[in-house]
Nanobody
């Protein structure tokens, strides 16, 4: 059974870069046809997909966040990382990592428990 765990700072100052890591166990992030995504949920709002990194290592980002987003991976550690630059208080949200055989929420078979990130000075 694949398990995911997010880690990173819970408080980030405006204009800085948010950086979160997802550690995957029970499966490899290079397994064919698996996609590893970052999703967030601001307070009182719905889920927002941020982007994914594919089993091949290719990333793809939400158009609305593309200019500020980078997703990379460390295959030796079986981890993938989100970096979101120039954050504002509007980036305050619970951030989740997820994985599955597809690129939409319905395809995500495994989720992390989520981590709260607050953007504030």
């Amino acid at each position: 059974q694949v398990q995911l765990q997010e880690s990173g700072p819970g408080l980030v100052k405006p204009s800085q870069t948010l950086s979160l890591t997802c550690t995957v166990s029970g499966g490899s992030i290079t397994t064919n046809y698996y996609y590893w995504s970052w999703i967030r949920q601001p307070p009182g709002k719905g889920l927002e997909w941020i982007g994914y990194i594919a089993y091949s290592g290719s990333p793809y980002y939400s158009p609305s966040l593309k200019s500020r987003t980078s997703i990379s991976r460390d295959t030796s550690e079986n981890q993938f990382t989100l970096q979101l630059s120039s954050v504002t208080p509007e980036d305050t949200a619970a951030y989740y990592c997820a994985g599955g055989l597809g690129t939409v929420v319905a395809d995500f078979g495994s989720w992390g428990q989520g981590t709260q990130v607050t953007v504030s000075s």
